[in-house]
């Protein structure tokens, strides 16, 4: 049984910084990455990074100021946020092979 689940969100000012994390289990050696959903709006992507850590994509709205990473030995994703910006606000959601989902964590940017 695969398990996805997350940690790390919050409240913080505008400029300030989070770390999300996320633990994988029961599925190794997959693409895993970050999503993020606002009420009323579809889930977006935010970040994803290759099995072996090699190659990461973000989006534009995140480039330059979020950080994905991953640690193979514990099957687990992070998500460094630095600069971040009220219309960041949102559950973020770690994924696994694209189709295996966590919980979401919460991450409000105040202004």
């Known amino acids: 049984q695969v398990h996805v689940v997350e940690s790390g969100g919050g409240l913080v000012q505008a400029g300030g910084s989070l770390r999300l994390s996320c633990v994988v289990s029961?599925?190794?050696?997959?693409?895993m990455g970050w999503w993020r959903q606002v009420p009323g709006k579809q889930r977006e992507f935010v970040a994803t990074?290759?099995?072996?850590?090699?190659?990461?994509n973000y989006a534009d709205a995140v480039k330059g100021r979020f950080t994905i990473s991953k640690d193979k030995a514990k099957n687990a994703v992070y998500l460094q946020m630095d600069n971040l910006k009220p219309e960041d606000t949102a559950v973020y959601y770690c994924?696994?092979?694209?189709?295996?989902w966590g919980q979401g964590t919460q991450v409000t940017v105040s202004s």
């Open positions: 029961g599925i190794e050696g997959v693409d």
């Open positions: 990074i290759t099995p072996g850590g090699g190659v990461a």
């Open positions: 994924s696994a092979n694209w189709q295996l």
